[in-house]
């Protein structure tokens, strides 16, 4: 009897020593990815019979197991992807801040994105500008077959706007087939205005230039209030504040960086070099 007294407790202890086993086998700690659990998988688990101290240990023992046939990696050599940054081995010439401007964010261009834009804004009325012209026509001739050039005239205040109306009449015009010598027009709008003291300031004095070089009345008022042409004036009034351009003539590459002859180093040989520069940039992204 004795023995049978001290035999129940004995039972007692052993049996919940084995619960306290089970509970820490059957709740190990999961890794950070199997933390998230259902709802329906919460019920389930709810609803399922409390397995038996017997099962948890085997199942536990089979986790272990498993675990432990995986092989130790072997050690490797690490080797880290490196984006290769061409522009950045370069010795550049020309220094953001100084020679250019970087516009942030990047801003659109008149063209599509199949070519590097370069876009002169400017006015018929600027003297630096007509200082520019046989440069930039010079540079225009001779440029990488993936630059697009183009020009945005500036609309700083009425004057200037009915200039950029000219200039987009005189775009559709040429792309029309109307006027047949576009370089020849162009130079005749610097003449007018820097030669002759001709400032056109009406539309009259406009449509008479225009008739030098064979566009009929009808055709000129046709395409001067023409909705395309009051779209592109629009377009420009959009880039200029965009790319915060303040004076002209200023060179801006690609809708991201903005010069002009001053900043690239105070002539206009220094400006075409950094245009240059600027579009090897971009053709190394």
Partial sequence: MKHLKWFGPLVLVLGLLSLASCSKEEAPDAPVEEMDVSEESTEAAD??????????????????EESASEAEPVDEAIVLAVAETPAAKRDWKFKEGQNYVRLVP????????????????????CPACYDLEPHINKWAETKDPNVRFVRIPALFNAVYRLHGQLYYTEEVLVRNGVIKDPAGFRAAVFQEYHRRGNRLT??????????????????????????EVN????VAGDLLRRYGVRSVPSIVVNGKYR???TEAGG???????????????????
Wanted: proline share 3%; glycine share 6%.
């Fill in 47 to 64: 609803e399922a019979p409390v397995a038996s101290a017997e099962e948890a240990a085997s199942e536990t023992l089979e986790l272990v």
């Fill in 106 to 125: 990047t801003q659109p261009t008149v063209g599509s994105a199949d070519k590097i834009e370069v876009a002169e804004l400017f006015w018929y009325g």
């Fill in 202 to 227: 009406s539309e009259a004095a406009i449509q008479k230039l225009f008739a030098r070089f064979g566009v009929s009345a009808e055709q000129f008022q046709a395409t001067w209030g023409s909705f």
């Fill in 231 to 234: 779209q592109k004036l629009r």
């Fill in 259 to 261: 010069t002009n002859a």
């Fill in 267 to 285: 002539s206009y040989p220094k400006l075409i070099e950094v245009i240059d520069e600027l579009t090897v940039r971009e053709g190394l992204r």
